[in-house]
């Protein structure tokens, strides 16, 4: 077999132990693989690369587009940039891929029961990081679901599903709040899963889902879920499972891939040869599968699971109940290394002779084009007196064109007219004028408006256009409208 070209970076901590013992273990047994080692992370931050990475080392990365990735501390203090953030954006990696397994009964847990994968969309949702304070009480956070995005977590979820021989694929989101953002992702969820008639599907609202993942995680295959609910959930999960030092996960983009532990580079265990290389190691199986070496992947996952079997573990799942032996590090890859070939007798053992990942390739469609009309803007302004009749009599005459004025609401909730004294209303308010019968307007017609708010006194601290999309709305109502 070829080499397989593969970046390799050691990190800090404990990342250069678990590193060379998850190394040795899939050349022990038969990795084919050419290591291009990069100096990443803390050593580098302190040189006063703000990023933690040299440009050299995104030249090996372009080259081998495989990057196994040991964990790095980021310095105190502020102005270093995540390491992580920058990789998977800058290289496109849309997925995060992390299945967490329970090991009963040889590591404790809650849970005997429990090999949940959770997809995460990576890239976008309140991710973006594009956030502003736009007034003394409020500030801002852009949440942004694309649909190419959307389209394109999915529908890897449902590929990565057929390919492991998974049966169901669920779907968490809030789309009964979220009716435009989450609604998006459930709709092309329900739209691409169509295409998937072997596989089971559900949704949950992601707050109960969320309760039942903790609580009965059996009843859970694949999940995929958008960033921010994948980013919490998946710690969850990896916690439930019996310990986050057990999990890897991948990062998958169309051209790269990063694999790694998901726990951080415990600087207090550092250099003593006492560290767990597990998670790193199972990251590495998800990178053998990747690059087309499954068999690899699978001999070195079913000697790890039958290592954890007999009873041979690091200090941190040692349990004198059920554990034979307390090892080092390197103990435990010879441990590892002395059962390739091998498989768990009790646990259940992988298969992944379906599995091919390299070839999970997410074709996107087209996006559909749309007849857009402009229906309406919402002008946002600044306003001190939390009455919301005042600010109402100084705007509900203002129109342009055919929109006029239609409401206020203050964070969402509709205010004036008609508003209950009761509510809580901030110094933030949003004006909304539109045509009635959604019939479209011009921008001529919504600067006009934006003047005669301006003219009113009052402070516009940002406008959005109300479109229509095939004569749909593309905008949410009021709450209370
Ligand atoms: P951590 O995951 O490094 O450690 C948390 C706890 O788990 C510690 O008690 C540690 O001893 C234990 N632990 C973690 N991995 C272990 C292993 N493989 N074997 C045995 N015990 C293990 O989290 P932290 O202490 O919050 O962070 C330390 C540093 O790691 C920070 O600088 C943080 O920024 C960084 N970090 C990096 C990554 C990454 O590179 N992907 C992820 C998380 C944190």
């Known amino acids: 077999m070829a080499k397989t070209p593969i970046t390799v970076a050691y990190g800090d901590g404990i990342g250069p132990e678990i590193m060379a013992a998850t190394l040795d273990i899939i050349q022990a047994a038969g990795a084919e693989l050419a290591i291009e080692e990069i100096e ?47 990789t998977r954006k800058m290289l496109g990696l849309f997925a995060n891929v992390r299945p967490c397994n329970s090991y009963h009964p040889f590591v404790q847990t809650k849970h005997p029961v429990m090999d949940v994968v959770i997809v995460r969309e990576n890239e976008e949702d309140l991710y973006a990081g594009i956030e502003h304070q736009q007034t003394d009480e409020v500030v801002q956070c852009l949440k942004l679901i694309s649909r190419p995005g959307t389209e394109k977590i999915i529908r890897y979820a449902f590929e990565y599903a057929r390919q492991y021989g998974r049966k169901k694929v669920t779907c968490f989101s809030k789309d009964n709040i979220m009716k435009l953002t989450d609604g998006l992702f459930h709709k092309m969820f329900d739209e691409i899963g169509a295409e998937y008639p072997d596989l089971e599907k559900e949704h949950w609202i992601v707050d109960i889902g969320a309760a039942k993942l903790a609580d009965t995680p059996e009843a859970f295959d694949v999940i995929v879920m958008p960033n921010l609910y994948g980013d919490i959930l998946s710690d969850v999960a990896a916690q439930i499972a019996g310990s986050v030092g057990l999990a890897g996960s991948a990062n998958i983009g169309a051209g790269f891939a990063m694999f790694e532990a998901i726990h951080g580079s415990a600087p207090r265990r550092a250099g003593q040869n006492v560290a767990n290389p597990s998670g790193l190691l199972l990251g590495a199986v998800q990178m053998l599968i990747h690059i087309n070496q499954a068999p690899i992947a699978e001999k070195v996952h079913n000697a790890w699971l039958k290592t954890l079997e007999d009873g041979i573990h690091t200090y941190d799942v040692f349990d004198e109940a059920v554990s034979k032996q307390k090892v080092g590090t390197k103990e435990f890859a010879q441990a590892v290394i002395a059962r390739l070939g091998q498989k768990p007798s009790k646990l259940k053992a992988v298969d992944y002779s379906k599995a091919v990942g390299k070839t999970i390739e997410v074709k996107l469609k087209p996006t559909p084009e749309s007849k857009k009309e402009l229906v309406g803007i919402d002008v946002f302004v600044s306003f001190k007196n939390r009455d919301a009749n005042k600010l109402g009599e100084q705007i509900k005459n203002i129109k342009g064109g055919n929109m006029v004025f239609n409401m206020i609401t203050n964070r969402g909730v509709k205010v004036y007219p008609d508003g209950f004294p009761e509510t809580f209303c901030t110094d933030h308010w949003r004006c909304r004028f539109k045509n009635a019968e959604l019939k479209p307007s011009s921008y001529a017609d919504a600067m006009n408006i934006m003047k005669q708010v301006h003219d009113a006194g009052l402070e516009i601290i940002k406008t959005e256009n109300l479109y229509t999309f095939n004569g749909e709305p593309g905008f949410s109502l009021g709450q209370g409208q």
């Open 40 to 86: 990443i992370g803390e050593k580098v931050y302190l040189r006063g690369n703000s990023a933690g990475i040299d440009p050299s080392a995104w030249e090996s990365l372009r080259r081998t587009k495989v990057f196994l990735k040991a964990p790095i501390t980021t310095p105190q203090g502020g102005g270093f940039k995540s390491l992580n953030v920058t």
